[in-house]
């Protein structure tokens, strides 16, 4: 877990650690619009191959995968949070860019994977002997029902007409329905797969499966993933604390999806670019832009305390970025407060705000994290703000009296 929460914050983070660099291309994880995509991954620096083909061995991802049971030759994955944006749509788009299927699918036939960077696209073979099955099966997960599931898959199949590379949909990860198939040429067959289905998903969750049945010497060639789904947010943007096993109510969102567009209050979301990791705000050209968060919190117990951590990163002195946090009872009063970067012009860390104190907490059962971000430069280059996860740790008052009393 410590490991995949690492990778989600350095790829949101690379990016913009120099906070110098241009806009990605239009098309790229994008899908159209600043927070439509999940885009898988961030931007990881490749390894050179004299081969176009570059086996999955020499990718930096290799360490992670090296610590699967090869014996086996598959891996787990990890499920992908179904976040949402702005007309509660959430669309997960991998174009082969970098092989980040390989930490969010469950793989079988791991063996028979090549990922070719420069094409990009990610190569299923046939080979040894009889015949071959892969499987890459997604798990998409959420805390709000989704609906209207539609899945594409774009590539090429090359071999004999027995050789099929099909995409499926499930609701339990057992039971795939509603296939959609391509079959193999020997010259190739480029296909585009659809399946949707918008009666029997409707539900917290759902699976999607690539599967690829093949005979030596086939391979398929997949070029573009797209799942995308009508998402039901809650009734009330909030967030309800629960505590750990020591009492504490604890939040952690490390941004590896876009629900924070939903379970906070946005103003002008349209100028926040979410990508795996991290909340950007980039400079409008000629022009000031800003986009207000404001998040409620609530707890089943008075509260004694409350930490809130941010990692976040901003560039005042060449982008013109600011950014303020302040804590609230009421979501109007602050309570608590602190503006980065100052007169310095670049911050990248920690920024912890308190409230500690029994007069100014009283018997409040809630309270609300407010950011801002803000550009006044207008300088489009590169993002100016960067969010990368927001945890809060509270102490409830029932957990307080139990420490006081305690022999």
């Known amino acids: 877990m410590a490991r995949t929460f690492l990778l989600a914050m350095v790829s949101g983070l690379l990016p913009l650690v120099a906070l110098g660099r241009p806009a990605a291309q239009a098309g790229e994880g994008s899908v159209g619009a600043p927070l439509l995509a999940l885009a898988p991954g961030g931007s990881v620096a490749l390894e050179k ?19 699967q049971p090869t014996a086996a030759d598959r891996t787990k994955g990890r499920p992908v949070e179904i976040g949402g944006d702005r007309v509660r749509r959430f669309i997960y788009c991998d174009t082969f860019r970098e092989p980040w299927c390989l930490e969010d699918a469950a793989v079988e036939g791991l063996s028979a994977l090549r990922w070719d960077p420069q094409a990009p696209a990610l190569l299923l073979e046939g080979h040894g002997p009889g015949r071959r099955r892969l499987r890459l099966t997604y798990r998409f997960t959420a805390p709000y029902d989704a609906k209207e599931l539609v899945a594409s898959l774009e590539g090429d199949i090359a071999g004999s007409p027995r050789d099929r590379v ?24 480029p296909f585009h797969l659809t399946t949707t289905s918008s009666y029997y998903f409707d539900g917290p969750g759902f699976w999607i499966r690539v599967e690829a049945d093949l005979q030596p010497g086939s391979r398929v060639v997949l070029r573009r993933f797209v799942a995308n789904c009508r998402v039901k947010p809650p009734g009330r943007p909030e967030v309800m604390l629960s505590p750990d096993l020591e009492g504490r109510l604890v939040y952690t969102d490390a941004l590896a999806s876009s629900r924070i567009l939903h379970l906070a209050e946005v103003e002008n979301p349209s100028a926040l670019e979410w990508q795996r990791g991290a909340l950007l705000l980039r400079g409008r050209e000629g022009a000031p832009a800003q986009a207000v968060i404001r998040q409620r919190f609530l707890a089943p117990d008075p509260l004694r305390s409350v930490l809130v951590r941010v990692h976040h990163a901003v560039n005042r002195r060449e982008l013109g970025g600011t950014t303020s946090f302040a804590l609230s009872l009421d979501g109007r009063t602050p309570l608590a407060s602190c503006t980065t970067p100052g007169d310095e012009g670049v911050f990248r860390g920690i920024t912890e705000l308190k409230l500690d104190s029994a007069a100014a907490l009283g018997d409040a059962r809630q309270f609300y994290l407010h950011i801002t971000l803000s550009n006044d430069k207008g300088l489009a280059t590169a993002p100016s703000n960067v969010l990368s996860a927001i945890e809060v740790e ?10 006081a009393v305690a022999p």
């Open 49 to 67: 191959s004299a081969s176009p083909l570059v086996a999955l061995a020499t990718s930096p991802f290799a360490a992670a995968w090296r610590s």
């Open 166 to 189: 099909s995409l499926a949909l499930s609701l339990d990860g057992r039971d795939f329905i509603l296939p959609a198939r391509a079959c193999g040429r020997p010259a190739g067959n």
């Open 394 to 403: 509270a102490v409830p008052a029932e957990r307080d009296s139990r420490a």
